[in-house]
């Protein structure tokens, strides 16, 4: 897919979702932004390390996965000054992940300018669903200063 929407906006946020936390999450890859609708898609690789038994991946990194997907759609969307907090966060495991890449999505549902409503999911790459997630998120404007 083609990056949709503001040239600025998805350049910044290209550049800071390649640093930490998203690099200690295992970040591969943004794969694309939408800043007219708020979605975001990106790459992950699932380690060895992030494995519990029989290779599953754990499922704190699939819910990093999503929140921090759900969390780039809505800057996409609402600013790349903005700081999203969760206020809460649910996810549904369907199925166990594997060492390997993963691909997360997120998507705004609604915003408005204190309060977003989020949801992601996550894929392997036969895009056999792994699991989805709900955010309400808290937004703070004008927190990044560029």
């Known amino acids: 897919m083609k990056d949709v929407g503001d040239a ?8 800071m979702f390649f640093k930490d936390p998203q690099t200690t999450l295992g970040i591969d890859k943004i794969l694309f932004l939408n800043t007219n609708q708020g979605i975001a898609s990106a790459s992950y690789e699932a380690k060895k390390e992030m ?5 599953i991946v754990q499922g704190g990194f699939i819910t990093g996965w999503l929140d921090a997907v759900m969390a780039l759609a809505c800057m ?9 907090l969760s206020l809460e966060i649910k ?3 369907i199925n166990s992940a594997k060492i390997g890449k993963l691909i997360s999505t997120g998507t705004v549902i609604k915003n408005t ?6 949801e992601g999911k996550l894929e392997d ?7 989805t997630g709900t955010s309400t998120a808290k937004l703070k404007s004008n927190f990044y200063k560029f």
């Not at 600025?8 to 550049?15: D, E, G, M, W």
């Not at 494995?51 to 290779?55: E, R, V």
């Not at 996409?76 to 999203?84: H, N």
């Open 8 to 15: 600025l906006t998805i350049k910044t946020l290209r550049t």
């Open 51 to 55: 494995c519990h038994s029989g290779g």
């Open 76 to 84: 996409a969307k609402c600013g790349t000054d903005v700081l999203v």
């Open 91 to 93: 996810v549904s495991f």
């Open 113 to 118: 300018k204190t309060t977003a409503f989020l």
């Open 125 to 131: 790459k036969e895009e056999n669903l792994i699991a």
